[in-house]
């Protein structure tokens, strides 16, 4: 590969490296923007290896470049991976857009790159970042799209400052035979790196672009249609910790993630925790797939009224729900007996599960409050629960009837509950106390015999999941031990179900939230008896994963989710709704200001003009109305100063330029004004010189010697030899000599 030097001019004006360093690593923040939000890394190394490559050799001052021939097949090659990843089903558009991109940069980076080849890439780069946006919600990404701002607008203003070094390097006055030696040209320019005036205005150009982001922000319109996010095919349903189908025996593997996936606040008298915090629940077995009993109500029942008085005491609980996968399912803690959701309509459906009807923006977060009632139940509690489930209750079907497995399994549930089912045969009225012994006796066994793990590699597809479970894999995960829990309840004739949701632990005393992760999802058995109502039997033998890090890592992770909750609450969450109500607080705040204003001031001056008395507020204002002017002058006297800062900083500069070893140049020019030759504000000394040897009839080479120590010293800020110094004045005395013969 051909290794380029960096040209004269482009060193001696010193943009280039300081063009290139900072452009490609905003090359390289773009793309790891947009690989990061998609989850993909593959892009990501191949334009960190062509980055780490081309900033090496710019360090040094050298340029890779490939010939042209293989620039082009390279891009025809990302055209066609283009062209596949844009076939239906392969990739989003956008995604194949953006990896068509980060390849496109990867390639221009090994080409002899020009100014239009780095306004490209930085576009592409913008670009890059845009599509990322339409992939990620977190706040890291606001994070990164900061730093990518500082990087691009600084990059920006070099590339300007940049074109201007060369178009001044190319550039050449009518007077001149040649363009300038580049050095001259550079001191002419630019003496050093203007840093601090770049710093200054990247400050100004950030603050003003950050102003205008917020105020597009909170002004641009919204709708509650959905996200065009899904029209593009980007937002897909998402796999989660949670799943509204329960299967068994697929042979996998499961991953722990801590991915944020809710928070929760809690009010009210009912209580200060959250345990089991419940979505879904299923009644029906075969082979290995747990399925849901058909409403018996009409779709649109809700909860009949309920009194105010048996609200106190409930646990109220505010919850935001971050990620639109979990839709339409409502979490709360059973029975929550009420929800109020301002995105929607809450459908009750069988087993009391809570489902959002209308459709939700997926782009922000479902926020709602539920009531529940906590643990014991009263009888008033318990007759509005009859009254609310109805048809929810347990079918009239036997339990058993619901479930459908391998014989031995019913075999195995009778065997470890043979004297509990005798007692309940010998004495029915203990039916109630003697089923929860049994769901107690079968959660026992299960979590004293068997293990937990989230590695199913060893389950068999064609065996029942339950079957598989209890007789041959001996350990599994929360589905596993609730499934088997509740066929083995429900084969010995106890009402049970499988219910899906969350296992919450976490608490965040930073923000005072309770935090669901991914990882939090859990499945757990619900057993119904008339006496008890529906009670939580938690068959699995261990369902936790410690959060990593303890002291200070704890307490940046609390930080960081608090972080989260306030930007998809406030941020991912600012939808139509709260923009109207953000404006017209505003408004009512502008309106009572100036109704206040307006009345308080119309007394005041009632008072002054017919009583001639001042009062507190016509003090108020006038001392307001001072300051203000007080602070107008203060501005207008520090402007006035620091101007004239400048005009001392100027006239300083102009006076410690080496012009007391030059006398002989106001010599020259002085000579050649009495001889009627004096210098127009136009003229260039070179330009000067060239008249006064065509119209004095002088040699040309001696006035050009003395124009270009003139240059060299006035522009270059190099101080000439003594030697030249005294050979330019006598130079000097010569053309006297000539002027006056």
Not at 276 to 281: H, M, N
């Amino acid at each position: 590969m051909p290794v380029h030097s960096f040209s004269e001019a482009e060193i001696a004006l010193k943009a280039r490296r300081r063009l290139e360093l900072p452009l490609f690593v905003t090359i390289w923040m773009g793309a790891a923007c947009f690989s990061l939000a998609e989850g993909r890394v593959f892009y990501l190394a191949a334009i960190t290896l062509a980055v780490a490559v081309n900033l090496l050799a710019a360090y040094r001052t050298r340029e890779l470049h490939i010939s042209r021939p293989l620039i082009n097949a390279a891009m025809a090659l990302c055209t066609l991976v283009l062209l596949l990843e844009a076939l239906p089903g392969r990739a989003p558009l956008p995604a194949a857009v953006a990896h068509y991109m980060i390849l496109i940069q990867s390639v221009k980076l090994f080409e002899r790159k020009k100014n239009r080849d780095y306004v490209q890439m930085l576009a592409m780069s913008m670009l890059c970042v845009v599509a990322a946006g339409l992939f990620s919600q977190s706040p890291w990404f606001a994070v990164a799209l900061g730093v990518y701002l500082v990087l691009a607008i600084h990059t920006t203003m070099v590339l300007t400052l940049k074109r201007g070094l060369d178009a001044s390097v190319e550039s050449r006055l009518m007077t001149e035979s040649a363009p300038l030696d580049v050095k001259w040209v550079a001191w002419n320019v630019i003496r050093d790196w203007p840093t601090g005036a770049l710093a200054r205005r990247l400050g100004g150009i950030l603050t003003a672009v950050i102003l205008a982001g917020i105020g597009m922000f909170l002004i641009a319109p919204r709708e509650r249609t959905s996200s065009p996010l899904e029209a593009l095919g980007v937002v897909s349903s998402g796999t989660t910790g949670y799943t509204s189908n329960v299967t068994l025996g697929e042979a996998r593997k499961i991953f722990s993630s801590d991915r944020v996936l809710m928070w929760i606040s809690l009010a009210g008298k009912g209580g200060r925790s959250v345990e089991y915090l419940r979505g879904e629940v299923f009644d029906t077995y075969d082979r290995s797939r747990w399925s849901k009993r058909a409403a018996s109500v009409r779709p649109d029942a809700q909860w009949p009224a309920l009194p105010p008085e048996m609200l106190e005491g409930a646990l109220v609980q505010h919850v935001s729900i971050a990620q639109a996968g979990l839709l339409p399912v409502l979490f709360a803690v059973f029975p929550a007996v009420k929800v109020e959701c301002p995105d929607g309509t809450v459908r009750v459906e069988p087993g009391m599960q809570m489902a959002l009807e209308a459709p939700v923006f997926p782009n922000r977060p479902v926020r709602y409050t539920a009531y529940s009632w906590p643990r014991p139940l009263t009888e008033q509690q318990k007759a509005y629960l009859a009254a609310v489930e109805g048809a929810f209750r347990p079918s009239s079907r036997r339990p058993e009837q619901t479930v459908h497995v391998p014989q031995a399994v019913a075999e195995m549930a009778r065997s470890w509950c043979e004297d509990l089912l005798q007692a309940r045969q010998a004495d029915p009225s203990r039916q109630s106390e003697l089923d929860l012994g049994i769901a107690q006796r079968i959660a026992q066994h299960l979590r004293e015999g068997y293990g937990y793990t989230l590695d199913l590699s060893s389950a068999d597809p064609d065996r029942d999941g339950v079957e598989d479970f209890l007789f041959y894999m001996k350990q599994g995960h929360c589905e596993y031990f609730a499934s088997a829990m509740t066929v083995m309840c429900r084969l010995l004739g106890v009402n049970a179900r499988l219910a899906t949701g969350f296992l919450v632990e976490e608490y965040n005393p930073v923000d005072g939230h309770y935090v669901v992760r991914e990882r939090d999802a859990h499945a757990w058995t619900e057993v119904f008896t008339p006496a008890s109502d529906w009670v939580i039997f938690d068959a699995t033998s261990s369902t936790r994963t410690a959060l990593g890090g303890q002291g200070w890592r704890r307490s940046a992770d609390n930080f960081w989710v608090a972080l989260r909750y306030l930007w998809y609450r406030h941020v991912i969450g600012y939808d139509v709704d709260a923009q109207r109500r953000l404006w017209q607080g505003l408004a009512g705040a502008v309106l009572s200001t100036w109704a206040a204003l307006r009345d308080s001031v119309g007394q005041s001056a009632t008072n002054l003009l017919v009583h001639g008395y001042v009062d507190a507020v016509l003090i108020r204002l006038t001392a307001a109305t001072g300051g203000v002017a007080l602070v107008l002058e203060v501005l207008l006297c520090v402007r006035f100063y620091r101007r004239g800062r400048r005009a001392r900083a100027a006239r300083r500069e102009l006076s410690t330029r080496p012009w007391g070893a030059l006398q002989f140049i106001p010599q020259l020019w002085e000579l050649l004004e009495r001889k009627g030759l004096a210098r127009q504000a136009h003229q260039t000394p070179r330009e000067l010189a060239a008249e006064a040897a065509e119209r004095f009839n002088l040699p040309p080479e001696l006035l050009l010697d003395l124009v270009e120590l003139y240059y060299r010293a006035r522009w270059g800020q190099v101080v000439p030899p003594a030697g030249q110094i005294a050979a330019a004045e006598a130079q000097v005395g010569q053309i006297r000599r000539i002027l006056s013969a």
